[in-house]
């Protein structure tokens, strides 16, 4: 973790290759430093943070005046501080009859704060839990208490995450969580409080600083899908291979206790919709025995989306996973105990996250629990389906290469789509889809679910989402258009966004059916595409070209009635 | 530690938190001789000194220095 004067010296470099989010900073106490150390951690993640801050104790002035200047600023991103130490002040001043009330007083607040802020602002709202002051006044008995200010305080931090579960756009990032592992002597300086107001101490703000701008980076899809780990001394103890399937350590005994609970943690992530992979030096029918076999194995053979064991060099291992998964190095984390074979594939794929593993195994989950390498903005019942993706994935590419013709195919796997309109089911996972789809995203504009709701009742704009199963399994929502009505005979595609995993299928060429016949139903004559270039989306450069559409004036456009309708496998469900 | 001795170690700090290599101390200079002597920078710096000399002002010593030397006094009391 780079330290403050680090993080400044950040903010000397060029951020004109970055991606530029702007981002209102309200707080009530001093938040200059934590400005800095926002921008500074914000680009070592990629990011211009292009910052407002609000001047000292201006939160609800800004946020309830429509002409302030936060409005005027229009963030896409608006964090609000309001320190422990400010509520203190204010549970300080109550009646002592009306001290059980704090915690629902600051929620009414932070409640009214939201509300003023997402009517006026298409952004996100990023909330500061409460850190921990015990006042002391009633020992342990505060827990008792319910009028003690620690009551109060744990009372409103369990009450804030509630709201943020019913709330798509307002994001807790958890202050309290870094006070607890990094101490309360860490996280506040007194004598910097008393002569800045700041609450948070120097060496704090790096932390504090990598947690709110990971929240952000998820936001904005910077975000890990894939672990990939080795087994031998990584999963398990000792090598497999010599010791013996009987022989590993595992379960409760000794050694065996990390592993086995350095598993449930790989479980729960996987439950979570992280993909898990393996790639070992091993011989793959002894390897997977472990899986089938050994009875204190928490991760299954299902649990793996795809399995490599093999004698060869892993740089190239990974390169094949990379490529079955199709998804970038930059999301996916590799762990290994040995630090030769670390360094080899640090060299080569420099994109990989590897973490370096503490060399006693029971410090690896202590270690990974800090790097906080899984931050996400979502989670929907589509992540905890992902794994079955994959492995259907994996399967179907075993079967069509048992199809000389590709149609035959395409045929064989009985695919049907449904297509509807955007509506509150479907919202969350189009949100996902929208902040996370790189490559096959055409224009790259990322949606909200509450601007996404807004598209709903919008008129002139219409929605389609798309679904596709197969006789292997269901892939779920995996496409996504909004059409605007540019003029009175021609419709814009604002977006055009698939998910990877159902590539070479002829979903293409079923969504552009869908949406010839939708424009020719309400009397368009032309669809409008356009390829905006990023990093990522080199693969959809040629899509329109490709579907047929002809370039005017950097454009693409289909004459909507000399339009021939593609050749299709997929039927409407 | 004698006076200059802390004042050697004080510049050496300075130099760091405002990443400024030319930047030279004597007893007698003030936060307006010193470009990027601001209030942000000066929590900055009275941090780092605390941890150089692992020491800890009060927020009176804080609040009240008008020039490296009185600094100086603060730390010399500290580790004497």
Known sequence: ?573 | MNRSEILKTVNEVFIDILDDESLVLTEETSANDVEDWDSLNHIQIVVAVEKQFKIRFTSQEILSWKTVGEMISSISSKLN
């Open chain 1, 1 to 573: 973790m780079k330290t403050l004067s680090q993080l400044k010296k950040n903010l000397k470099n060029s951020f004109s290759d970055l991606k530029p989010v702007k981002v209102a900073l309200l707080g009530d106490s001093a938040t200059q430093l934590l400005s800095v150390s926002l921008r500074g951690a914000g680009f070592d993640l990629g990011f211009d943070l292009q910052i407002w801050e609000a001047d000292f104790n201006q939160i609800e002035r800004q946020v309830f005046d429509p002409a302030s200047e936060l409005y005027e600023f229009k963030p896409e991103i608006v964090i609000l501080f309001q320190s422990s130490h400010k509520l203190l002040q204010k549970y300080n001043k109550l009646n002592p009859e009306a001290c059980d009330t704090l915690a629902d007083q600051q929620l009414e607040l932070i409640t009214s704060l939201d509300t003023a802020i997402s009517a006026g602002l298409n952004c996100r709202i990023i909330y500061y839990n409460y850190t921990e002051i015990n006042d002391s006044v009633f020992g342990s008995y505060a827990n008792k208490t319910s009028s003690s200010f620690l009551f109060q305080t744990r009372k409103l931090n369990y009450e804030l995450m509630r709201y943020a579960a019913s709330q798509p756009g307002f994001f807790i990032c958890d202050l309290s969580a870094i006070q607890n592992q990094f101490g309360k002597a860490t996280l506040f300086h007194p004598s910097v409080y008393i002569s800045t107001d700041m609450v948070l101490s120097i060496d704090i703000l790096p932390q504090v600083a990598a947690g709110t701008t990971a929240l952000i980076a998820a936001m904005y899809g910077k975000i890990k899908k894939c672990l990939v780990f080795d087994l031998d001394n990584t999963i398990w103890g000792g090598i497999i291979g010599d010791d013996g399937l009987a022989h590993i350590q595992l379960g409760s005994l000794g050694i065996g206790k990390a592993f086995t609970e350095f598993q449930y943690w790989l479980k729960k992530l996987k439950n979570r919709g992280i993909i898990l992979a393996v790639c070992s030096k091993n011989t793959e029918s002894v390897a997977k025995e472990a899986f089938e076999k050994h009875p204190d194995m928490i991760l299954k053979p299902e649990d793996i989306a795809t399995f490599t064991a093999n004698w060869e060099n892993k740089v190239d291992n990974l390169r094949k996973i990379q490529n079955t998964l199709n998804i970038g190095f930059d999301s996916m984390v590799f762990l290994d105990d040995s630090p030769f074979e670390r360094n080899m594939v640090r060299e080569h794929i420099p994109d990989l996250t590897i973490p370096e593993l503490p060399e006693d195994p029971a410090d690896y989950l202590e270690y990974l629990y800090s790097l906080n390498l899984f931050e996400t903005a979502s989670f929907t019942n589509e992540d905890a389906e992902r794994t079955k993706h994959y492995q259907t994935a994996a399967k179907r590419i075993t079967e069509q290469q048992s199809f000389v013709n590709e149609n035959d195919f395409l045929k064989s796997l009985n695919m049907v789509s449904v297509t509807e309109s955007f509506n509150n089911f479907n919202i969350p996972r189009i949100a996902q889809l929208s902040q996370r789809s790189n490559q096959f995203n055409l224009r790259t504009i990322r949606y909200t679910e509450a601007a996404l709701e807004k598209l709903i009742y919008s008129p002139g704009t219409f929605t389609f989402s798309f679904t596709l199963e197969d006789k292997f399994g269901d892939n779920g929502l995996i496409c996504a258009v909004i059409l605007e009505k540019e003029s009175v005979d021609t419709l814009f595609i604002d977006t055009w966004l698939m998910s990877c995993r159902v590539l070479k299928r002829g979903m293409e060429n079923f969504v552009l059916n869908t949406l010839i016949n939708f424009a020719k139903a309400k009397g368009f004559k032309y669809l409008k595409g356009e390829y905006l270039p990023t990093a990522k989306n080199q693969i959809v450069k040629d899509h329109y070209k490709n579907l047929g559409f002809f370039e005017k004036d950097a454009y693409w456009i289909a004459d909507v009635n000399t339009y021939k309708t593609k050749d299709i496998f997929i039927n409407y469900k």
